[in-house]
């Protein structure tokens, strides 16, 4: 039986939708961003008062108010797409060509030609585009350090499942594609990691709760003025001029200052190593407290340093660290393990006649060399094969303490590497040293996570590597670690036990990218603010799913297209200047609001107070001139010649009349109304002045009120109140300076 589809059966199964076509695009258009954004609540406050005073003529201040409202839906809807753009940019599996078995005969297709059923030739280099398992007949070493941060290479045997996005790198097998396109599983993480998602910080949410307490104290003191205004006989431009001024007690202004604290704190945060790609992001860690971080690549640098070499055979000291430095130095394939040990021992090259390369299949390399075989292995891998006694104990203690134990050993030049069938094998071997290497840590880790300490931060480490290992580096940088927990624990558990779990503890393990998801889910449930610290596509999900996502610059393209903020010099210690920059955009901010809520508050007391009393509205705004309107909707203005430097009267159309006050610098014995004298015009004739039809109300008849001429040096009696009435020949709103 041939493996394998025919052609035919190929493009039938396309045309039927189980061909492997990737995911494409984010969850938001460019249309739904620019609606979201016009139209939010704040911006339509601004709109809704810009168009009360354009119909009041008040255009200069309506520009402002609906610019103002335009700039910030502007500046939010540019960060969402850009931030859309690059999640749509977002690709875990490249385009290389893949090989597929059709008709019995290997074919290099596009990924996007796979479908559900196929068979493909899995070399070492290809990366995996399907999930699938391994057929029989074929055994593959696979890095899955991408998916789940796993750093060791795994081996995977027929029946095995191989995941999409995890590379080949040793063996040769076929591969059976079982889920295909939106099904496989990177796909599922490209698609979780292109979602959109936004946060409110704490101070968003405030401010928010500020604007709306007061639109509710607007409009409660627009119903009061409104209610009186039917009692008393208010003029509609009178009650549109009040409206428009309670109004603007919103405080619009307050938006355009945090996005330019936001704007500000991210440029400083850029300036000292922490990219903000989110503005509100640089406020948001602030409020962090309590941080995830992955281990590799995050604490660590990524390479391996040399802890200890312990010789366990006929060499000292310096001859056995000799010895390892030249076999690390001889080696035509070298790996993170050799390239530690030769840059940390001294020792030559030996000139090789043979040599195994290492394989996480083997978990051993050999080198063939004049003097003789020498091979470094996993402990127990070469125990078997180990003359003399068991070196149990001194490898229980070294891997106790979360160090990676190898073992060098020796074989006679003439030990045969391979069996009959040219398969590699291992001979007898006399121990000769055992090498314990451990995770090289950071520089600045120790000095940062003891100020995260001071500052009352809390840290976790969430790794995808053995839980004792993880816990030697976190007590190696200053964590108390605690019992570390393992992945396996985790599966099965309720929320309320898992949120338990993740209270008490520091160090977790064999962690899938599902369950780091979970653990900041977890955190969020018991109302901590989470930062997540990470660098490969395993840490996507909880990059996204945590209030501030941090990642490495030197980390995966889609870690970093998903982060809030990218550190560029790949150190944790950048986060602590942002927390600072993030506290004092807090404080200048807060202090804003007190001064707002202290102008708002006195102005909605004088309001209310003057309003209530009767006394007429305290904000009229000033006029300069006479503008009169017939029937009150109209005003006009006539200067009739310059006036005394004392006496200024001022006639205003108001609460359904006219009134006429006088303003004087002379002494209160000044009238309150206007002189019935003639004056001189501006062409030097005389112009009799407006009769005023003055009524007093304590003193007059009901229902026929008392005309008297006003005179400047009649003072009106303590308590009364003088209301001077024109005829005109329309009904006028005047207000004139004579």
Not at 5 to 19: D, F, I, P, S
Not at 503 to 529: C, D, H, M, N, W
Not at 658 to 677: K, L, Y
Request: net charge positive; with cysteine.
């Amino acid at each position: 039986m041939s493996l394998g589809l025919t052609q035919r059966e190929a493009e039938a199964r396309r045309r039927g939708g189980e061909g492997n076509v990737a995911v494409s695009a984010s969850s938001r258009s460019y249309a739904r961003i620019l609606r979201t954004n016009v139209f939010s609540f704040f911006t339509i406050i601004l709109f809704v008062i810009g168009a009360a005073l354009l119909a009041l003529g008040q255009y200069s201040d309506a520009f402002t108010s609906v610019g103002l409202g335009l700039v910030n839906a502007g500046i939010s809807a540019v960060q969402e797409i850009r931030a859309k753009r690059k999640l749509d940019r977002l690709q875990l599996l490249n385009r290389s060509r893949v090989t597929v078995v059709r008709d019995g005969r290997d074919v290099d297709v596009a990924p996007e030609e796979v479908v559900r059923g196929d068979v493909l030739r899995v070399r070492p280099g290809d990366q995996l585009v399907v999930d699938g398992p391994v057929l029989d007949g074929g055994r593959v070493d696979v890095d899955e350090s991408l998916l789940t941060g796993e750093s060791e290479p795994l081996l995977k045997q027929p029946g095995d499942e191989l995941l999409s996005g995890s590379f080949c790198v040793g063996g040769e097998a076929h591969q059976l594609a079982r889920a295909v396109g939106a099904a496989s599983y990177a796909s599922r993480l490209t698609d979780d990691a292109r979602q959109s998602t936004t946060d409110r910080t704490p101070l968003q949410s405030r401010i928010e709760f500020l604007v709306r307490l007061v639109m509710l104290l607007v409009v409660l003191m627009s119903v009061t003025i409104l209610f009186q205004a039917a009692l008393e006989g208010f003029t509609l431009v009178r009650v549109v001029q009040t409206t428009a001024v309670l109004s603007g007690l919103v405080p619009y202004g307050l938006f355009f200052l945090v996005a330019v604290a936001y704007t500000v704190g991210a440029a400083r945060s850029s300036g000292r190593g922490a990219l903000v790609q989110q503005v509100n992001a640089v406020e948001s860690v602030s409020n962090v407290d309590v941080v995830c971080t992955d281990k590799t690549g995050t604490l660590t640098t990524g390479r391996l340093s040399l802890a200890e070499v312990h010789p366990v055979g006929r060499l000292d000291a310096a001859a056995a660290e000799d010895l390892v430095g030249s076999l690390a130095r001889s080696t035509d394939a070298p790996n993170l393990t050799t390239t530690a040990l030769a840059a940390a021992l001294p020792g030559g090259a030996w000139a090789v006649h043979d040599e195994i390369p290492f394989s996480s299949t083997l978990r051993w390399s050999a080198l063939r060399t004049d003097d003789g075989v020498y091979v470094l292995g996993a402990p127990d891998r070469l125990a078997p094969h180990l003359s003399g006694a068991t070196l149990a104990e001194t490898v229980t203690t070294r891997t106790d303490q979360g160090l990676r134990v190898l073992l060098v050993a020796r074989a006679a030049a003439t030990a045969p590497l391979r069996d009959d069938a040219g398969r590699p094998r291992l001979p007898d071997l006399e121990p000769v040293a055992v090498v314990a290497l451990a995770d090289e840590l950071r520089p600045d880790v120790p000095e940062t996570i003891a100020g995260f300490a001071r500052d009352g931060t809390e840290l976790k480490v969430v790794s995808g590597d053995d839980p004792s290992t993880v816990a030697a580096l976190a007590r190696q940088a200053g964590l108390d670690a605690g019992t570390p927990v393992a992945g396996a624990c985790l599966d099965g558990l309720s929320e309320p036990e898992l949120d338990r779990l993740v209270a008490r503890t520091t160090v977790f393990g064999r962690i899938a990218p599902e369950q780091k998801e979970r653990i900041v889910e977890s955190l969020r449930r018991q109302g901590r603010y989470v930062a997540m610290i990470g660098d490969g596509v395993n840490d996507a999900r909880a990059l996204k799913r945590a209030h501030v996502g941090v990642a490495m610059k030197s980390g995966s393209a889609v870690a970093r297209d998903v982060a809030d903020i990218v550190l560029t010099d790949d150190s944790v210690a950048a986060l602590r200047p942002t927390q600072q920059e993030g506290r004092r955009i807090i404080d200048g901010i807060g202090t804003s609001m007190q001064v707002f809520l202290a102008r708002v508050g006195t102005q909605g007391l004088v309001i209310l107070a003057v309003t209530m009393l009767g006394l007429g509205f305290p904000y009229s705004p000033p006029t300069s001139g006479s503008r009169c309107s017939p029937s009150g909707s109209r005003r006009c203005s006539s200067r009739r010649g310059p006036s005394p430097p004392h006496r200024t009267r001022a006639c205003s159309r108001t609460w359904g009349g006219s009134s006429c006050r006088r303003r004087s610098s002379r002494p209160p014995e000044a009238s309150a109304c206007t002189p019935t004298t003639t004056r001189s015009s501006s062409r030097g004739s005389a112009v009799p002045a407006p009769r005023m039809r003055c009524s007093t109300p304590s003193s007059a008849t009901p229902g026929s009120p008392r005309t008297t001429s006003a005179s400047p040096r009649r003072r009106p009696r303590s308590g009364h109140r003088r209301r001077c009435r024109r005829s005109c020949p329309t009904p006028p709103s005047c207000s004139s300076s004579s």
